[in-house]
């Protein structure tokens, strides 16, 4: 009888710790706070350094290269209405995940807008491409985004400048690349219209100022009048 006792009253304690163990668990799961993703941005030419947070092992990258300068227009020979200038190429957009550690340092670098030509006036200039947005790193690589380029001079009439391509990788997984598009050539009859700029690569970021990437527009003739500048880039970081 002394030890059916035991038993018997053995069994409520088993179930009670176990009841409790189990709410602890529970407790432990549903309290446990998320992660809220962080976002960098940088829209500001120029080269940055970012350290990688304790506790992050990838970061998503977004990178948007600058657009290239449009043309001025000009005329080849004296006495002729001038022709429109080209417009200036976009920039690429180049996205991934790249993994990092804790104490890495990231440098990143915004592409400036390429400067506008003015070759129509005395001692004017031809146009200058959108600079590369980078990111770089020890070991794993990183990730460009190619600036859209300048425009091609010929006799009668300015070439639109090629979308940013080359220079467009990311070393990571979930890669994305979209070049970007290739500027409008100047008119060289009619209203003799300066070409539309080329767009950046699709997937700029929201967190990027509008018309990031975009290249200048051409000037217009029959007058001589110069370009635009290309638009900045803009590198974006996720964690």
């Known amino acids: 009888m002394r030890a059916a006792a035991i038993l018997t009253g053995a069994r409520p304690l088993t179930r009670i710790t176990t009841a ?34 304790n506790g992050v092992s990838q970061i998503k990258v977004v990178l948007t290269g600058a657009g290239g300068g449009g043309d001025g227009s000009f005329s080849s020979q004296q006495g002729v209405p001038a ?53 770089s790193y020890t070991g794993a690589g990183g990730a460009s985004a190619e600036g859209g380029h300048r425009t091609l001079p010929h006799d009668s009439y300015s070439e639109g400048g ?17 070049f970007g598009q290739k500027g409008a050539d ?12 080329g767009m950046p690569g ?19 003739g029959p007058e001589r009048n110069p370009g635009l500048p290309g638009q900045n880039g803009c590198v974006v970081l996720t964690y």
Do not use: K
């Open 186 to 197: 100047g008119e060289n009859i009619g209203a003799r219209a300066g070409g539309r700029p």
């Open 162 to 178: 090629a979308g940013g391509f080359a220079q467009t990788w990311c070393a990571g997984t979930d890669a994305a690349l979209n």
């Open 20 to 53: 409790a163990v189990g709410c602890a668990l529970v407790t432990a799961i549903t309290s446990a706070p998320a992660h809220a993703a962080t976002t960098q941005a940088y829209t500001t030419p120029g080269t940055y350094t970012f350290a990688v947070p």
């Open 83 to 135: 022709a429109g200038g080209g417009g200036g190429g976009g920039g690429a957009t180049s996205t991934c995940a790249l993994p990092v550690r804790p104490g890495d340092t990231l440098t990143v670098t915004v592409g400036a807008g390429g400067a506008a030509g003015s070759r129509g006036v005395p001692g004017g200039r031809d146009s200058r491409d959108g600079g590369n947005s980078t990111i």
């Open 202 to 220: 699709a997937g700029v970021h929201s967190a990027c100022p509008r018309g990031t990437g975009v290249g200048g527009y051409g000037g217009s």
